[in-house]
């Protein structure tokens, strides 16, 4: 890091950052603003950058991920699978392009075996794939109203800036947001022109599960086709691309039949609620029905979690972890939950 990019890690001190435990998902560490729902800002150190560059960039991932790298414009952002040869989601990605660079954005648990996995199919395409995480910066804005010049108009639109990018985000809780990547330098000057406060990253991920936006974990890594946690629903696959892995089954989950399991959004009071917890109805209390995607406390304390389940057990009592748990009151999605044409 350089000394002009050393003020980064400063400025979030001053805000009173502090450094998480070696084993927690993010790197800082903020108390929650009082008043969240006037919006706040947040560092995105649960987040890691893939940056892929060279003339077959796009080509090779297109041919790789979910959804179609080729047809995205330089305008736009978008959500993308990296699947298993079963259709299974190896993680969840937030893709666009920047100059000569296509720059994928992912938990940065899972950044060294995605890397890794990716570096292994690369064989003679020009490419080169790098870790970029260091030389960006990324911050969630959220807002009742745009904080920021060049806040793009709809979700998954792309502003490149002179400083940055923003890409706006659905939006969740009354909250108009937008991922700002850049340099960390420049992201100082953003979050002082935005003039909102710190928040941890937690909260914007509280924000993406209102949202019903999924985002695969560690412990969900290969555990879900993309339709059982809504993923073609918020724009992550597309089905009219050519081949990638796990793409048979991805189409036949999509076309044959009518799909039997699917991410709800539903809220506890139990603080252990986390990703890879098991679910249980009452309806079948013998085995498990599902299990939570997400999980994060909201403002009032209460966790929403988005949770994968069969849908034929969804109007039974819901509990975690087994049958007489934490119950789980199921909400209401902002999007409908559509059976395939």
């Known amino acids: 890091m350089s000394d002009t990019d050393s003020s980064w890690p400063d400025f979030l001190a001053s805000l009173g950052a502090t450094r998480a435990d070696q084993d927690a998902l993010d790197t800082l560490v903020f108390s929650r603003p009082a008043n969240a729902e006037a919006g706040f800002a947040s560092p995105l150190t649960h987040l890691g950058v893939i940056a892929a560059t060279g003339e077959d960039a796009e080509h090779f991932l297109h041919n790789q991920l979910t959804n179609d790298v080729l047809g995205l414009a330089s305008t736009d952002a978008c959500l993308a699978g990296y699947c298993s040869p079963k259709g299974r989601l190896l993680a969840t990605l937030l893709v666009w392009k920047s100059g000569d660079e296509v720059l ?9 075996a995605t890397l890794k996995r990716l570096q292994m199919f690369v064989l003679r395409s020009k490419l080169k794939l790098t870790d970029a995480t260091a030389r960006l910066a990324l911050v969630g804005f959220a807002s009742p109203n745009p904080p ?8 998954w639109q792309r502003q490149a800036l002179a400083d940055g990018t923003l890409i706006r985000f659905p939006d969740a809780a009354g909250l108009q947001r937008c991922l700002w990547a850049g340099s960390p330098a ?5 979050w002082q022109e935005a003039g909102l406060p710190a928040a941890p990253a937690s909260l914007w991920r509280w924000t993406e599960i209102m949202a019903g936006v999924p985002q695969v974990l560690e412990p969900t890594r290969e555990q879900f086709v993309p339709q059982m946690v809504n993923f073609e629903l918020v724009g992550g696959v597309n089905f009219r691309k050519g081949c990638y892995p796990g793409q048979e089954i991805v189409a036949r989950s999509q076309y044959l039949g009518k799909l039997k399991r699917r991410a709800l959004l539903a809220f506890t009071d139990d603080a252990s609620a986390s990703a890879g917890v098991e679910v249980f109805s009452a309806a079948d209390p013998g085995q498990p029905c599902g299990m939570v995607v997400n999980a994060e406390a909201g403002p009032d304390g209460r966790i929403a979690c988005l949770v994968e389940t069969k849908l034929e057990l969804a109007n039974s009592p819901v509990s975690l972890r087994e049958p007489a748990g934490p119950a789980l009151v199921i909400g209401e999605l902002p999007y409908l939950l559509s059976d395939p044409a």
Request: no cysteine; charged share 10%; glycine share 10%.
């Open 186 to 190: 420049q992201a100082v000057l953003a």
């Open 148 to 155: 920021l010049p060049g806040w793009p108009g709809r979700p």
């Open 104 to 112: 994928l954005a992912l938990p940065r648990t899972l950044l060294p």
